[in-house]
């Protein structure tokens, strides 16, 4: 049997036992209890704690847990100088490390503060606020094989205060709370997370059902705070083309933070746009990062997080509070960071939409403007309306409109609105202020400070704007010119929407001023046109030179609206301009003589350019011709007909506030062509009436002449056709004599014979008979002679009467053979009986199948003649030329002349071997008047009647020549 003392102990650990277990259950039930009553999880770690301390009746209780991922632990519960103490979280020492090793209980009962050292390596050092304890009984909160945490029994008075029974207990009560406290956290964050998803859902359907971005933003800011139940927060929108937040909403910061521009690192939105991460800063006023720009914020706490769309940063969230004692857990970063996404879709889709409602305004206000403006085709009223749509689109104080001139690469103000001064007529070159510097880059341009910009041109030195927004008016690749919109309120900054709009603006407003100045362009080309036409008729109706010339000074001057003029003809051959009329120059030009590059006239006509200039007094080239006139501006072009100059005209104008410009040069370079053809057709008008009354004079002489040639002519070939019958006759003549005295001495011998006769005897008589009948028998034979050369000499005379006479010029059937021998023959005789005869081999190769030819026989008879006496000619240069050389002549001149017949035609070929006909002067040889002969040895006038006589026979004349000779081939058709 047991004995009393060993009873009294089994019941004393039985009763230590259940006390432990009721311990036990009494957790559970204080964790379950406070389930129940929806308790949160801080009260329930204050009632476990308070039940620790009740039952174990410490001075200092404390449980707290761990966070391993940032390796901290954080107290839950802290009992000590009998007041609930908080403190914020440290890193978890080497004491903490120990037990989440071990998983077991560690007890120090006896030099806590050695043993504490010994365990962590550093000194000992109380949680703020505390004492360090004399005892410490640690017990793990084990969850399986996890150290959640634990429960710490502390006696800050004296050492060995904890018994094993306490150990125990401890042990039981951390087991137990730690299934209930791991409960009541799972149940906390179920139902944490079922309230995060409903607000989130209703946060969700508020935002959702805002789609003015106004409104939405500062919903979002406003559900943010409700939401995580802090003091307050702000939103910022990026600006991803310029890399900066922009604050849209701001609450409770102790500052007004709305309007506030951050760059990326700037701050903790900076911070946060940059690095696209989460941030908590639980010490604000002491972060190193914060901006300046928020000096004045009274906040203690911040939580960002970024506000992202796929991977497009929409802007920052910011939460923030105010209480010291109040910090940002990871549950408030996770929950922001759910809220996070659903306010990025919905500030975007608020910006999808006003965007689309703000185009849609834009679009239906572009195309009313364009409208409008396509309405107005007078470019003056345009310009105007342009500037006018400007400000009433953007709704901006004023703007002014540039037009570019391409030629002087110059910008000039046609139209201003509101900028303080008036700037219309003011002129810009490239890159100089605004307007310039927009020219030059083709870029746009957003001036936020225009007062304090670098690059303003001193021509603005006046006007009060503030800020300044241009872009370029651009037609394809054509700069039309330069758009500006002004404000003058330092409160009002151009944006990028701002921009957008001028842009989409721009080219509407550069089409429909291109339009009016083509429209207004061809408006007044018709106007020239017409002018041009009126002009043309009026200058064409004048054939009188000297009205026509101060006609065309007029006319010039009325086209152009200009004072007045005048005009310079040009001489060649001088190489001088002679003033010819002048109009309203202050002086009198008219006579006035200019050398080529002398003044503007004598510049113009020197270079065959049109010239301008504008300050004509001061001008350096100005004539001392001139020094009287008070010209102030000239233009000047050059009269041309094609490429010679025919004069030079001037418009001029007295006014200093009237400029010449490319317009007016455009339309007198039109004139000037018009006018030089009238001028010239005058001019040529006048000398062919002059050249016509000499023309008559002139075709009298030379008709005159021609006769005079002709008979000369005719008068040479009868010479050498007189001189080759007078050789021909010579024959005859010389038979007929010689016949004649022998016929005498024949007589006479019969005159003795018959008186001989008588004295004879009868034989003699016989014999004398006989003899005198010989002697009449050769009588008769030479009469017969003498007849037949009588008869030939006959034919000569008939033949050179005809061919002086002419015949009847009709055609009749030739022998050719017997006409091309005869005058063959008749041109030699004459080349011989010449003053200059040479020895000539005569070759006649006639083709005895040739019968009759139809031709003109006194006609044909000098085609023969010139043919043959200008191939004599050719060899006579020829045997001169042979005979002056050193070698000597071994030449012998040869003339041969055929008759072909062929099929349809017969040819006669005068061939030579002279020295030939040159090239260069082939072309000309048939020409009337040409010849090669020296001084009057020559008329020019024989091949080229001899071609006409060929020609009239229905032939044609060919030659041939190098230098062995020429031959010349006439063709003749049959006769039928």
């Not at 230590?16 to 379950?32: F, M, P, S, T, Y």
């Not at 106007?527 to 041009?532: F, I, P, T, V, Y």
């Not at 002048?582 to 049109?610: D, I």
């Amino acid at each position: 049997m047991k004995s009393s003392e060993q009873n009294q102990n089994e019941l004393g650990e039985a009763a230590q036992a259940l006390i432990r277990h009721e311990a036990e259950l009494k957790v559970i039930n204080i964790v379950q209890e406070a389930l129940l009553s929806g308790v949160e999880t801080d009260e329930i770690y204050r009632l476990v704690g308070d039940y620790i301390r009740n039952i174990f009746d410490v001075q200092a209780v404390t449980i707290s847990t761990f966070d391993y991922k940032h390796a901290e632990e954080q107290f839950q519960y802290i009992y000590e100088n009998e007041q609930q103490i908080s403190s914020p979280p440290r890193p978890i020492d080497n004491l903490r490390r120990k037990l989440i090793r071990s998983k077991e209980l560690i007890l120090i009962n006896e030099d806590a503060e050695e043993r504490f050292a010994e365990i962590t390596g550093k000194p000992a050092e109380p949680v703020p606020g505390t004492k360090f304890p004399k005892s410490m009984l640690f017990a793990p909160l084990l969850l399986g094989e996890r150290v959640n945490g634990y429960v710490s029994l502390q006696n800050i008075d004296r050492e060995h205060a904890f018994s094993d029974h306490h150990v125990n207990m401890l042990k039981r009560m951390a087991n137990s709370a730690t299934i209930a406290l791991e409960s009541a956290r799972l149940f906390e964050s179920e139902k944490r997370r079922a309230d995060e998803q409903k607000a989130l859902l209703d946060t969700m359907t508020d935002l959702s059902s805002k789609l003015e971005l106004r409104n939405l933003l500062d919903a979002v800011v406003e559900r943010t705070v409700s939401l995580l139940g802090v003091t307050g927060g702000e939103l910022a929108i990026y600006y991803e083309n310029v890399e900066e937040l922009e604050v849209v909403s701001s609450h409770k910061l102790g500052m007004s933070s709305v309007g506030t521009r951050l760059a990326l690192g700037e701050g903790v939105m900076g911070k946060v746009a940059e690095t696209r991460e989460s941030i908590i800063i639980d010490d604000y006023p002491h972060w190193n990062g914060r901006s300046e720009k928020y000096e004045e914020a009274t906040v203690s706490g911040v939580m960002a997080v970024p506000l992202i769309v796929g991977t497009q940063l929409v802007g920052i969230l910011v939460s923030v509070h105010k209480k010291t004692d109040r910090k940002f857990s990871e549950n408030d970063l996770r929950l922001l960071n759910m809220f996070a996404p659903l306010a990025a879709t919905a500030i975007e889709n608020a910006r999808l939409f006003e965007a689309e409602r703000k185009r849609a305004d834009e679009q239906q206000a572009l195309l009313d403007t364009m409208k409008d403006l396509s309405s107005k085709l007078e470019l003056n009223k345009l310009l105007d309306s342009v500037v006018e749509r400007t400000f009433s689109l953007l709704g901006v104080t004023g703007g002014e409109l540039a037009i570019y001139d391409e030629e002087s690469q110059e910008l000039e103000v046609v139209s201003s609105r509101n900028l303080g001064f008036n700037s219309v007529g003011t002129r810009l070159k490239h890159g100089e202020g605004v307007m310039g510097k927009v020219a030059e880059s083709r870029e746009p341009v957003i001036i936020r400070d225009y007062q304090h910009w670098e690059g303003r041109s001193e021509k603005y030195q006046d006007t009060t704007v503030r800020g300044v927004m241009a872009v370029p008016l651009m037609t394809g690749d054509q700069l039309v010119g330069t758009l500006v919109s002004i404000h003058l309120d330092e409160d009002r900054t151009f944006q990028e929407n701002d921009l957008r709009l001028l842009n989409m603006f721009a080219p509407l407003a550069a089409t429909a001023i291109e339009n009016a100045r083509i429209f207004e362009a061809e408006r007044k080309r018709a106007d020239e046109q017409k002018a041009l036409l009126d002009t043309m008729s009026d200058l064409s109706s004048k054939l009188e030179l000297r009205l026509l010339l101060d006609s065309v000074v007029e006319r010039a001057s009325s086209l152009l609206e200009v004072t007045g003029g005048e005009l310079a003809i040009y001489h060649e051959d001088r190489k001088e301009l002679e003033v010819v009329s002048s109009h309203n120059l202050g002086m009198q030009s008219v006579g006035t003589c200019l050398s080529l590059g002398e003044g503007v006239m004598g510049k113009v006509a020197e270079t065959r350019e049109p010239i301008i200039v504008r300050d004509y007094q001061n001008w350096q080239g100005r004539s001392e011709k001139y020094q009287q006139t008070t010209v102030r501006a000239v233009m000047a072009v050059p009269l041309m007909v094609g490429d010679q100059l025919v004069g030079t005209l001037v418009s001029i104008h007295l006014d200093s506030d009237r400029t010449f410009g490319n317009d007016d040069l455009r339309l007198l370079n039109m004139f000037a062509p018009l006018a030089a053809t009238a001028i010239e057709n005058a001019r040529l008008f006048d000398t062919t009436n002059r050249l016509l009354e000499e023309a008559e004079d002139r075709t009298r002489e030379l008709k005159q002449t021609q006769q005079q040639l002709v008979m000369q002519e005719k008068l040479a070939s009868l010479g050498q056709l007189t001189a080759g019958i007078a050789h021909e006759i010579k024959n005859p003549l010389n038979f007929v004599i010689n016949f004649s005295d022998l016929t005498s001495e024949l007589v006479e011998d019969i005159k003795q014979g018959l008186a001989e006769l008588s004295l004879n005897d009868n034989g003699q008589f016989e014999m004398r008979k006989a003899d005198l009948s010989e002697l009449l028998s050769d009588i008769s034979e030479n009469m017969a002679k003498i007849q037949n050369h009588g008869s030939r000499a006959d034919r000569i005379v008939k033949s050179m009467l005809q061919h002086s006479r002419g015949g009847s010029g009709e055609l009749e059937a030739t022998n050719l053979n017997l006409l091309v021998r005869e005058f063959t023959n008749l041109a030699f005789h004459g080349m011989r009986a010449s003053t200059n005869p040479i020895n000539v081999s005569i070759e006649l190769d006639l083709d005895e199948q040739i019968k009759k030819v139809k031709l003109v026989r006194e006609d044909f008879s000098r085609v023969l003649l010139n043919l043959i006496n200008n191939a004599f000619d050719a060899m006579k240069v020829k045997l001169s030329a042979e005979k002056k050389s050193a070698t000597g002549s071994a030449y012998k001149p040869t003339l041969t002349v055929k008759t072909i017949g062929l099929e349809d035609k017969v040819q006669i070929i005068v061939e030579d071997n002279g020295p030939g006909i040159p090239k260069e002067i082939h072309e000309s040889i048939l020409q009337p008047f040409f010849t090669t002969k020296k001084g009057t040895e020559g008329t020019g006038l024989g091949l080229s009647i001899t071609h006409d006589i060929v020609e009239a026979h229905g032939g044609s004349l060919e030659f041939d020549s190098s230098d062995s000779g020429t031959t010349f081939t006439v063709n003749l058709n049959k006769i039928p």
